[in-house]
């Protein structure tokens, strides 16, 4: 047998050589192309299964308090009417709105930041025009046979190709940023408020015990969810050269917030208020 014949897919995988292609066609399996563009000729590889996984260690982060209760009810007495504003227009005088507490709480919110890199193989058919006076074509020690074609369009103009295998090399980026409360519902964690942190967060928890809520949730429980939703594989991924799942932030968060009940006299409707310590601006997380 002439040792020059071989499967096409061995003929690549010891060629890595720029062949001048331009693609016209966008089918994700099927590409048509023309001398001009260049494409780089890929080879084989022996498909690995692993992932690499990098996963920073929890940390705990509690705000500085800024603001004071006593500055924090002067906020909710200027502003308790909106609170109870009908179609955002109609407000209720202020006489009938009654501030009757305000608490201060630690709120517990969990937060995680991961990257994805995937470094792959996929297969792809490339379709290559020839001159309609071409009766073969030998490249890689291959002889490819044209066949006749007809172009996609109102005119469908007729012409004759050749058609081979390959396997492009792709790389696949991915990145999320998740937060949840202490139920584990989702929250957006860019609205989590922002300010300086204590030295000592362990020494801050404890000094006010009484006041830090507890987390209904493992905070491990991030570390699924933000994997699951961001480590995904392109079903068209054949071969894996790397790939890698970073966790680059992984943190619980406690944030003060004060609480105001507020109640509407002449309804006895009751509202409660969160007011973040830090920033002193009413939250909606």
Excluded: W
Aim: glycine share 4%.
């Amino acid at each position: 047998m002439n040792q020059r014949v071989k499967p096409l897919f061995l003929i690549l995988s010891n060629y890595l050589q720029f062949i001048k292609l331009k693609r016209i066609s966008t089918d994700s399996n099927c590409a048509r192309v023309e001398s001009g563009d260049e494409i780089l000729a890929v080879s084989t590889l022996v498909e690995k299964e692993e992932m690499k996984a990098k996963i920073e260690k929890r940390k705990l982060i509690v705000h500085n308090i800024a603001f004071d209760l006593e500055t924090v009810k002067n906020i909710i007495e200027k502003d308790k009417t909106r609170f109870f504003a009908r179609l955002g227009l109609f407000k209720p005088k202020d006489e009938e709105i009654e501030c009757e507490s305000v608490q201060l709480f630690y709120e517990p919110f969990i937060v995680a930041r991961a990257n994805y890199f995937l470094d792959y193989y996929k297969k792809k058919t490339y379709i290559i025009e020839v001159g309609e006076e071409v009766c073969e074509v030998i490249a890689f020690g291959q002889t490819f046979k044209p066949k006749a074609g007809t172009g996609g369009g109102i005119l469908k103009r007729a012409y004759k190709a050749i058609a081979f295998d390959a396997q492009e090399r792709v790389i696949h980026k991915a990145a999320t940023h998740m937060g949840l409360n202490r139920t584990g519902r989702e929250i957006d964690p860019t609205r989590l408020p922002s300010g300086p942190t204590e030295l000592e967060p362990e020494k801050a928890l404890k000094r006010d015990g009484s006041s830090v809520r507890e987390l209904k949730v493992s905070p491990d429980i991030i570390l699924d969810m933000i994997r699951s939703r961001t480590a995904k594989r392109p079903p068209d991924a054949k071969k894996i050269a790397e790939e890698v799942f970073e966790v680059t932030e992984y943190a619980l968060v406690c944030t003060p917030i004060y609480e105001a009940r507020c109640r509407r006299l002449k309804t006895g409707e009751t509202k409660i208020i969160p007011v973040s310590g830090v920033t002193a601006s009413v939250l909606s997380l």
